[in-house]
């Protein structure tokens, strides 16, 4: 088991975690997209899977359930982003409150890379989304525009020449 | 720290102008001047990004009547900190499972159909 974990930036709420698997690339990364196989792995230690529906296509809903060795259930959600077997795999992750209401969206991005008959996997994890990595995407766009409004505004210099259209996007609230 | 106040500190932190200022408070209390001084920027675009991270607990600003500087928090950076931790040890185990898993079913499976 090799294992590596990157310090990063302490103001970017992100992780980064490198592990070899000692099974090709298209085994592993069918573990993590198949609800049979990655019911049986993914989940803290000592917990069980109550449930696992996953929709794998851009766009689609992926859901689990699992069980603490104490006897509380957690439930998390997602979407994914990006499916291109078998190297990447970036998806969508929240937890659910007791309603069932997802919380904060996190973003889930992995790469797997053969290395001979092993898979060496990259899991990065962000607690937001990039304006970069909204771009193209139809969900956000909204936020993605006014962004980049905000952007304009905060770079435009006081004297000198403005467009009617930064004009407008300096009197939004 | 309740999650709702997490998700403000997330959004606070997920500019990289926001990081900047930070990174710089890290060695120091700061004015607003010397906070926009690295960026070409206008001064009410700087207060605006400090109201942001002063709504999430970020830095706090003194009240001294000629100038209000700027200080980091070290609160929220340590939930940020113990967020990332948690997650951590979530994956990492996780991982230890799929590796088991993974050797689990391979001596039963073998490798036929795996391969494309």
Redesign the interface.
């Known amino acids: ?1 090799v ?1 590596r ?1 990157s310090v ?8 980064i ?1 490198t ?1 070899v ?4 690339r ?3 990364f069918r ?1 993590w997209i198949e609800p049979e ?1 990655a019911w ?6 000592g917990f069980t899977t109550l449930f696992c529906e996953m929709d794998v296509r851009p766009g689609g809903a992926w859901r689990m359930g699992m069980r603490s060795p104490e006897g509380t259930d957690h439930w998390k959600q997602g979407v994914y982003r990006e499916i291109i077997e ?1 190297e990447r795999l970036v998806f969508s992750y929240a937890w659910e409150d007791a309603q069932g209401k997802p ?2 969206e996190m973003l889930v991005s992995l790469t797997f890379a053969e290395q001979g008959p092993k898979t060496k996997m990259t ?1 990065h ?1 962000t ?2 989304e ?1 304006v970069e990595s909204r771009d193209g995407h139809r969900q956000g766009w909204t936020s993605c525009m006014e962004r980049f409004a905000e952007y304009l ?6 004297a000198g020449s403005k467009t009617a259209c930064s004009g407008e996007m300096r009197k939004r609230p | 720290m309740p999650l709702d106040h997490l998700s403000t500190v997330f959004g606070a932190l997920a500019d990289p102008t926001r990081r900047a200022i930070l990174t710089r408070l890290a060695s120091g209390q700061a004015s607003v001047t010397e906070l926009a001084r690295p960026f070409e920027m206008t001064m009410p675009a700087i207060s605006k990004h400090l109201k942001v991270l002063e709504r999430a607990g970020l830095i706090t600003r003194g009240r001294q009547a000629q100038w209000r500087p700027c200080q980091l928090e070290a609160g929220p950076l340590k939930e940020v900190d113990d967020w990332v931790e948690r997650y951590r040890r979530f994956w990492e185990q996780s991982f230890d499972r799929l590796d088991q898993y993974l050797r689990e079913v391979q001596s039963k499976e073998g490798n036929d159909g795996l391969e494309e």
Request: charged share 15%; proline share 14%.
């Open positions: 088991m294992s974990s990063a930036n302490p103001t970017k709420p992100e992780l975690i592990r698997f000692d099974a090709p298209p085994f592993v573990a196989r049986h792995w993914w989940g803290p230690k078998p919380g904060h899991l994890q607690a937001f990039s505004a905060a770079t435009e210099v006081v």
